[in-house]
């Protein structure tokens, strides 16, 4: 039995369809993401799920009971946004207690709130921070004092709406790490939605990605992304390694390019022969390589562009009309451009969309 069920959730906007039958389940502990594009339904889900709107169908079932029509104070969700809304008038730890004293839930009785507040404060890492003027916070400290008033009330589920997307690129990356980390410390079930894919991945036990108010793919972080669904998704996660291609044979599988026959993973199911479709070619999986031109899935091309990017380079290679872009280490010599380059395409980087 799944912790969270989404039955079939439907909605509609000025007569626009906005969520589109959508439907998923989220396990008990489990982070999940609602990913996807602006204006695919990502927020109007959350806010369904919290029961801050009504859908036009569906249901939505926690821990087996159906709270379609429970009144969003009465549900046990908390939903984090965006913007964190903390009291300007209030102090670091009144923001935090602010959630005990909403919530109607025993943990205000059985521990006492100022115990519990400095509790959440120790467990996001501002102990200590209690009296401070939360216009004075930097934002990851806001961040922070919204994540403690969210979770003090101990919710049955932790709803985030963007909890990155108001910081800096350098404090970003850091509670990359740092927030799941806190949620799977407590143990709570959460939700987040976002629009960007690595901190999707970053974060996220699960992501759930939604394309025009319908989910078009589920599954872990490494599922999505080594096996996206359609081209759509493959593109929206920055893949732009695709090829028209025509399956050259299914055993072994192997496909037809521009770039030629190329073989393909061992594990793959390749339709009939004949039939048309896109390849993926994961940047993973393209490596400058001495090998024999002969060998299958090595060719010759040039370089086109090299673009510095700290760590590593970012290469296009193009032969004839065909370009693929993937990284190269710094440990490696990395061609100018206009110079010629031989590269291999691992076959289980190549996928059948």
């Known amino acids: 039995m799944s912790f969270l069920e989404i039955e079939s959730i439907h909605k509609e906007y000025e007569n626009t369809p906005l969520l589109c ?3 998923f389940t989220v396990a008990r502990g489990e982070i999940a993401c609602l990913l996807g594009s602006s204006g695919s339904g990502k927020t109007t ?7 801050l ?3 036009a169908r569906g249901r939505v079932r926690l821990e087996d009971e159906d709270i379609t029509g429970v009144p969003a104070h009465r549900r046990g969700i908390v939903l984090m946004f965006q913007d964190y809304a903390l009291f300007p008038h209030k102090t670091v730890a009144e923001n935090v207690a602010f959630g005990l004293r909403m919530q109607a839930s025993n943990v205000k009785r059985q521990i006492g709130t100022t115990s519990r507040v400095a509790d959440m404060l120790a467990l996001v890492g501002l102990t200590g921070f209690g009296d401070r003027d939360v216009n004075e916070l930097s934002g990851g400290e806001q961040q922070r004092v919204a994540l403690a008033r969210s979770l003090a009330p101990q919710p049955r589920l932790l709803l985030l709406d963007e909890p990155l997307g108001a910081l800096d690129r350098n404090l970003r990356e850091r509670l990359l790490e740092e927030l799941p980390a806190i949620l799977r410390r407590v143990g709570v079930t959460a939700i987040t939605v976002t629009h960007d894919q690595e901190e999707a991945f970053a974060m996220t036990d699960r992501v759930i990605l939604l394309h ?3 989910v078009v793919q589920a599954g872990t972080p490494e599922e999505v992304y080594n096996a996206p669904a359609n081209v ?3 593109r929206f996660l920055g893949l732009d390694n695709l090829l028209p291609a025509k399956v050259f044979s299914q055993r072994p599988p192997q496909v037809k390019t521009a770039l030629g026959v190329l ?6 199911v390749l339709p009939a022969p004949g039939t048309r479709g896109t390849l993926l070619v994961h940047p993973w999986g393209i490596r400058l ?3 024999d031109i002969t060998l299958p899935n090595v060719l010759h091309a040039h370089v086109v562009r090299r673009a510095f990017h700290g760590a590593r380079y970012l290469l296009s290679v193009a032969r004839d009309t065909v370009r693929l872009n993937f990284s190269q280490d710094l440990s490696a010599t990395v061609p100018a ?3 010629p380059v031989t590269v291999e395409l691992a076959p289980r980087a190549l996928r059948w969309l």
């Open 263 to 268: 073989a393909v993973g061992e594990d793959t």
């Open 21 to 23: 039958g959508v439907s």
């Open 232 to 234: 759509w998704v493959a």
């Open 53 to 55: 709107e009504g859908a």
């Open 45 to 51: 889900l959350l806010r369904i799920i919290a029961g």
């Open 212 to 214: 025009e108010g319908r």
């Open 289 to 291: 390589t001495q090998s």
């Open 337 to 339: 451009p206009g110079e």
